[in-house]
């Protein structure tokens, strides 16, 4: 009994966080830790420790969909995730000197906001008006938001797809397909760099059964919802990705008042 509602939790898990990742590019982290550490008691840092690995396979095969589709900006991607890897670490840093009780509901708050946000006003951006910005502008802006993205996410502790979302969509005009490939290729590198680190640290080691159908879970779901995006049309994509974002919001709000 116990083994079966194990897998039913990380089949739910594994689905919320594969869907949200395929389809928007978001963190697993948002949904996974706060599944597993209400319904199967596990530690927060394990629990997340387990979201970040499932989203390296997750976020690689959706990077992999979009960059099948031309819908991925590999070369700003790379500037962008250099430097936020940089400025997560300069974040994290600043952080351990300053209290924090805010670090999972921001990432919450902000799945829930962007949903809501694609919904009502949706990103009707053009390729033709992407690449109207000049090379050295577009560098800069990745630098510049890179640094931003990074430093936040180091010092509150969650929160990098949907900045990042946030950010190409919003602040650098990506178009909305682009803006997700670009997210989770980005996402692919630092949950890599995240899992090693939270392994190695955690003095608990993680429930190997757990780990592999969370990592399974994710990453199926998030090849189905990245093919499906890649299908549907940009105004399609709009209210498909925010009802998916503002349906695990307040899913993960519910949870959240359950502890």
């Known amino acids: 009994m116990k083994l079966f509602i194990t897998i039913i939790v990380c089949l739910i898990a594994g689905c919320g966080a594969g869907l949200g990742n395929g ?73 351990s000197f300053v209290p924090n009780d805010t670090m999972g509901g921001t990432s919450v708050f902000m799945t829930t906001i962007m949903g809501i946000k694609f919904i009502i006003q949706p990103v009707t951006t053009t390729k033709e008006a992407m690449e109207g910005v000049t090379p050295k502008k577009r560098f800069v802006q990745s630098v510049l938001c890179g640094t931003v993205i990074g430093f936040i996410c180091g010092f509150i502790g969650a929160g990098g797809g949907m900045m990042m979302l946030m950010i190409l969509t919003m602040v650098l005009g990506y178009e909305l397909k682009t803006a997700v490939g670009t997210s989770v290729f980005i996402m692919s590198f630092t949950a890599l760099t995240g899992a090693i680190s939270h392994f190695v640290i955690d003095t608990n080691k993680p429930d190997l059964c757990v780990l592999i159908m969370c990592i399974l879970f994710t990453f199926i779901f998030a090849r189905i919802g990245a093919y499906i995006a890649n299908k549907v049309s940009t105004k399609t994509l709009n209210r498909a990705t925010g009802v998916i974002l503002v349906i695990l919001g307040v899913s993960v709000m519910g949870i959240g008042s359950l502890v």
């Open 23 to 95: 389809f928007a590019g978001m963190s697993a982290a948002v949904v996974i830790t706060p599944i597993l550490t209400t319904f199967l008691d596990m530690p927060v840092y394990s629990a997340i420790g387990i979201a970040l690995a499932s989203d390296i396979l997750a976020s690689a095969v959706s990077a992999y969909t979009y960059h099948k589709n031309d819908n991925i900006d590999i070369k700003n991607g790379l500037v962008m995730m250099v430097v936020i890897l940089i400025f997560t670490l300069i974040g994290s840093f600043v952080a």
